[in-house]
């Protein structure tokens, strides 16, 4: 009986360690849009949406069906939902919503461009 007891609760604790989706990193908006990700072995991976991108050669991770090719930049997490990669930060999409509510209610109408900005390493700068 307490083997069968065991056996739902080892099977939770693997659930929990399983591994996460990657996320998607954005670094600047606009002109285009410069993002990418950290993959399992620590390495920036940058989006690219060349002709190339259906060759799995090149394409080592996708996100949704987006390409991100390897580098070898480093990276790392600083903080939840901000990555580093060589000299610049990278901010998820979670940490851009959150800056764009709080800049939102300042703007103007009329001025303001929704996801414009830049990640720095203490999150998303609306432009």
Request: charged share 25%; aromatic share 12%.
């Amino acid at each position: 009986m307490k083997r069968l007891l065991l056996i739902p609760i080892l099977l939770l604790t693997s659930c929990s360690l399983a591994k996460k989706d990657p996320i998607y990193y954005v670094h600047v908006r606009p002109p285009s849009s410069y993002s990418g990700t950290i993959g399992d072995d620590g390495f920036f991976y940058y989006f690219t949406n060349s002709a190339d991108r259906v060759n799995d050669d090149i394409c080592k991770i996708r996100i949704d069906g987006a390409c991100f090719v390897k580098t070898d930049t480093p990276a790392e997490i600083i903080k939840e939902g901000i990555m580093k990669a060589g000299d610049k930060y990278w901010c998820s999409e979670a940490v851009i919503k959150e800056a764009e509510k709080v800049q939102e209610s300042s703007y103007n109408f009329g001025t303001y461009n929704p996801g414009y900005g830049i990640c720095t390493e203490d999150g998303w700068i609306v432009e």
